[in-house]
């Protein structure tokens, strides 16, 4: 999912489109990403983790696969969408099983966000670099087939076990929703959601165009690939802070101060170039991830056990789904009005924020 944007400066000048239609390409494969996650949770107490995880493995291979023998920029897109939607089926289904099955619950999600941080820092610089050897598709083609490798292995290695539904109860069992925390933790994570793609979409973007003066014999496409990797690597650093402090103080509360703590990097991130633009993006990088581990645990506190999943997908949906359009209005802000100024109005975008946490923090 994050191989697109950091291939937004290659696709723009092959396929001689503006920032305003890629931001709309990115919006449609990363709406169709929330929009399976509802389902999917559903599906996860009918399934079972493993039957998901395959037909994730499976399907976003193939579609990747699809993406990079594309002929046509529609036929691209199409691939870019079913991608999209097949690997939305990951998060219910893997958050879900994490809750009913790990104890130290914040700890897990924070084990669990550091090697999904990992392969977000590996994405974007694994995208540029075969695009700079062989091409744009090739970093599909590769992406494809590793994951067809990995459902025959998780076929081969992992057993099938009991859905999550019918397992013991574990210290993180939940006997009532908890629906006005759980509501304002939505529209929390629906804002933070379209931060995150006015982020990760035009970062590479951002970095291509105003680092000129630092590392000047580094190509823009590939600082493109380079700088966005550093700041996903900086998100490990936050994954391991959020699990710690949400493992010794009141997540709600911290919740909200995580997000207050990410408004000024945006719009640090906005007006600054080189340097000053990568330290501030590092900074940001680790604000905005130390926030997963912690939001991943407030929903298993706030959800019954039996619809955990289910609350996870409407999360997922929200944030990623309808966060998404953030990435079409900000390809709109970028084209017209320049990509820096992207980034300002996403730290806008969260202030809304502290109202709707500091509401999770009351009803909590």
């Known amino acids: 999912m994050l191989a697109l944007p950091s291939l ?3 696709l723009r000048d ?8 890629l931001g709309l390409v990115v919006t449609i494969s990363a709406f169709m990403f929330g929009l399976g996650a509802i389902p999917s949770g559903w599906a996860e107490r009918k399934l079972g983790g493993r039957a998901l995880l395959l037909l994730y493995l499976f399907g976003s291979g193939l579609s ?95 057993p099938s076990r009991k859905h999550s539904s019918e397992e013991a109860p574990s210290e993180n069992h939940v006997e009532k929703t908890n629906r006005p925390a ?26 291509a165009e105003n680092t000129n003066q630092f590392l ?14 550093m700041v996903f690597l900086a998100g490990i650093v936050g994954q391991i802070i959020g699990g710690r402090l949400g493992s010794r103080f009141n997540r709600p509360k911290l919740f909200m101060i995580l997000v207050a703590v990410n408004i000024p ?25 130390s926030i997963q581990p912690i939001s991943n645990t407030l929903i298993a506190e706030f959800t019954h056990s039996d619809n955990r999943g289910l609350g996870y997908g409407i999360s997922f949906f929200l944030s990623f789904g309808i966060g998404s359009f953030a990435a079409g209005f900000g390809g ?16 806008f975008l969260l202030i809304p924020g502290l109202f709707t946490s500091y509401m999770i923090i009351k009803k909590s």
């Open 8 to 10: 937004i400066p290659i």
């Open 14 to 21: 092959e396929f001689n489109i503006g920032l305003d239609t």
């Open 64 to 158: 990747a696969i699809l993406v990079s023998i594309s002929g046509s920029f529609i036929i691209m897109v199409a691939g870019l969408g079913m991608m999209g939607f097949f690997c939305s089926i990951y998060h219910p289904a893997g958050l879900t099983l994490i809750s009913h099955r790990v104890n130290a619950l914040t700890r897990g999600m924070a084990i669990h966000g550091i090697f999904g941080t990992t392969g977000s820092a590996i994405g974007p610089i694994m995208a540029t670099a075969l695009a700079a050897l062989i091409s744009w598709r090739a970093s599909y083609a590769v992406l494809g087939l590793f994951n067809l490798l990995l459902g025959l292995a998780t076929i081969a290695a992992i």
């Open 182 to 207: 759980l509501i304002y933790f939505y529209l929390t994570s629906m804002l933070m959601g379209m931060a995150y793609y006015g982020f990760t979409t035009f970062m590479p973007t951002h970095f």
């Open 216 to 229: 000047p014999f580094i190509s823009g496409n590939m600082k493109a690939g380079i700088f966005p990797t």
């Open 265 to 289: 990097f945006f719009i640090l991130m906005g007006i600054s170039t080189d340097l000053m633009l990568v330290l501030f993006s590092l900074c940001l990088g680790i604000a905005f991830f």
């Open 332 to 347: 709109y802000i970028a084209e017209n009005m320049g990509v820096a100024s992207v980034f300002p109005i996403m730290g």
